[in-house]
């Protein structure tokens, strides 16, 4: 699979945790700090059986050019929800912004 439209779903899960891994440790100490709530993901994908020694069946997320390429017969939605807590406590994860808050481009003009 070269065609970079197309990712392996476990490659697009991986990434949305790489994500809350990097800003809760971007937001350690902040003073206001945000829980992340449930995370709905929503993919088409295609489903390809794989030949060779670790073979199995892989779920490619296909990007809306490749979605309209593959065939109806292949493609299908998934969608499934992912509530991040934390590895060791199991309390949900915080993520936060070092630098404080104001109100100073509040209702400024474009």
Request: net charge neutral; charged share 25%.
């Amino acid at each position: 699979m070269s065609d970079f439209s197309e990712i392996e779903l476990s490659t697009a899960v991986r990434a949305i945790r790489e994500q809350l891994v990097r800003a809760a440790l971007d937001g350690a100490g902040a003073p206001i700090r945000f829980e992340v709530g449930p995370i709905q993901m929503d993919f088409a994908v295609e489903l390809r059986r794989e030949a060779g020694a670790r073979g199995g069946v892989k779920a490619w997320v296909l990007s809306a050019e490749a979605e309209a390429k593959a065939s109806r017969a292949t493609t299908h939605r998934v969608s499934f929800t992912l509530t991040p807590k934390d590895a060791v406590s199991g309390a949900p994860i915080e993520v936060g912004n070092q630098e404080p808050g104001g109100t100073s481009r509040f209702g400024a003009g474009n």
